[in-house]
């Protein structure tokens, strides 16, 4: 089993009053994960939410059946959480009754939240951490550098979902079209009512296209035939399934800056690459180059997630066509990377950015010092 880089801090909360909530996609090692952390917590349960007697149970919210289904354990681990209506109604109930002293650990993805959109918030009462596939440091404890230095290139086009990584060739392509068929829409489809699957792919796939690239909502609505607002609506519904990310730019008062401009990545190559059909050696793609910024910015955004550090990452353009793939931000202090799959090419930082924001260096991130982005 690889070791979950928020291991830790889950277990550091275990002693606090508030509701720990694990969110994540789906098979991306929610169930795994807990049974682990639940080894090394005593008098703790695992109950599965998607039993149908469970289910009638915990959404009676009736605290005498809960009593007797949670028995004589204080750690009560609820998976799946999801699938029980009003689970926010539950929690809200377990963690304000006095006598009903019990520490909740709940899994769910995102139709967790989509499906308590409309209930009581539980702001002050609970924790999220969110699980993503394998980060590169989560596959070293298990593999050695040496190992993920000869599977880049496959992790690049397979991804890192816990369940694919150490699959056969052929058997990673059968999965990768499983988990990119409907199935990666359900959460989607349970809970906005969205009939066909079809419109969804169809954004998807033209996302898929142009990773790193400028994303325009009007192009993308004449594409796949709706309005603005819907397509809006659609992109933010794919970013709470864990299926993308965006971007925005960076800007100050430099008069030829973009503005508001917006890029998509995927938080998995393995799907973006289902999404279209290709699953082509590296050597033999001409989107090696925008692959490698997805997969680089994805693994530096999962670290900090998963260290529980707050930075924020930008992307920037001129309208003249000077650039930067990814600028990071702690405490005002500005960091600049380019990201490039040839080791040979060197990123330049534009005069104009170094000058107006006191910037000296860009770091140039390729396959021989990518160990550079887990720091």
Excluded at 22 to 35: D, E, I, N, W
Excluded at 86 to 101: A, C, Q, R, S, Y
Excluded at 166 to 184: N, P
Excluded at 354 to 374: G, H, M
């Amino acid at each position: 089993m690889y070791t979950r880089e928020i291991s830790q801090s889950i277990l550091q909360r275990i002693n606090k009053k508030e509701i720990i909530i694990l969110y994540g996609a789906r098979q991306v090692g929610k169930t795994t994960l807990l049974k682990s952390l639940l080894k090394e917590i005593p008098n703790s349960v695992l109950i599965p939410c998607d039993r149908p007697a469970t289910e009638e149970i915990l959404e009676s919210l009736n605290p005498g059946q809960i009593k007797l289904l949670f028995g004589n354990k204080k750690i009560i681990a609820l998976d799946e959480a999801q699938d029980i209506q009003n689970i926010g109604k539950l929690l809200k109930l377990i963690v304000d009754d006095d006598e009903m002293d019990y520490k909740i650990i709940a899994t769910g993805s995102s139709s967790f939240e989509l499906a308590n959109k409309n209930s009581e918030p539980l702001t002050g009462r609970n924790i999220k951490f969110k699980l993503f596939p394998l980060s590169v440091n989560e596959i070293l404890s298990k593999k050695s550098w040496l190992w993920l230095r000869e599977n880049l290139e496959q992790i690049m086009v397979f991804g890192s979902y816990p369940e694919i990584i150490d699959l056969t060739l052929d058997d990673k392509i059968e999965k990768l079209e499983e988990l990119s068929s409907d199935y990666l829409f359900k959460d989607i489809l349970a809970y906005e009512k969205i009939n066909s699957p079809a419109i969804l792919r169809k954004l998807l796939k033209a996302l898929a296209l142009q990773i790193g690239q400028l994303v325009s909502i009007n192009e993308l609505s004449k594409l796949v035939g709706l309005s603005s607002p819907t397509v809006e609506k659609y992109l933010d519904l794919l970013e709470k399934t864990f299926v993308i990310f965006n971007l925005t730019s960076y800007s100050g008062n430099l008069r030829n800056e973009l503005r508001k401009s917006r890029k998509y990545y995927f938080w998995d190559l393995g799907i973006r690459n289902a999404i279209i059909q290709n699953y082509s050696a590296l050597g033999n793609r001409q989107d090696v180059g925008s692959m490698w910024e997805n997969f680089c910015i994805v693994e530096k955004i999962k670290y900090y997630k998963n260290h529980r550090k707050r930075r924020a990452h930008y992307f920037w353009r001129t309208y003249d066509g000077a650039e930067i793939d990814l600028i990071e931000i702690e405490n005002e202090q500005i960091t600049t990377f380019e990201f490039k799959w040839n080791p040979k090419k060197m990123g330049r930082l534009p005069k104009s950015f170094a000058e107006k924001y006191k910037v000296d260096k860009i770091s140039t991130i390729n396959p021989q010092n990518f160990n550079e982005l887990l720091q």
